[in-house]
């Protein structure tokens, strides 16, 4: 069982930044996956960012050159810097981890932009 908990989600104005942070409750190097999903109203869950296979790195079309995703290894937490946010972006953000075919998912946190 992997438990993770996320901070930093809120209210942003068009063109601000926010940084997200995922802990997990196991060593990450023990996970096969774990990176960040969103999901607006009305819309799919959708990839925003993740770790694969140890440092590989995927990133959503949309998000690259405004996100980046990082990791703290000894901190078993894994960060999402978002730059030049946009109205687009607004949607409740999900941490996700992937542990020998079981898949975890935090509770959600909200992200906003308006003016």
């Known amino acids: 069982q992997v438990q993770l908990v996320e901070s930093g989600g809120g209210l942003v104005q068009p063109g601000g930044s926010l940084r997200l942070s995922c802990a997990a409750s196991v060593s990450i190097f023990t996970l096969y996956a774990m990176g960040w999903y969103r999901q607006a109203p009305g819309k799919q869950r959708e990839l925003v960012a993740a770790?694969?296979?140890?440092?590989?790195?995927n990133y959503a079309d949309s998000v690259k050159g405004r996100f980046t995703i990082s990791r703290d290894n000894a901190k078993n937490t894994v960060y999402l810097q978002m730059n030049s946010l946009n109205p687009d972006d607004t949607a409740v953000y999900y941490c996700?981890?992937?542990?020998?075919?079981?898949?975890?998912w935090g509770q959600g946190t909200q992200v906003t932009v308006s003016s």
């Open positions: 996700n981890a992937e542990k020998l075919r079981a898949v975890y």
């Open positions: 770790f694969t296979s140890g440092s590989i790195t």
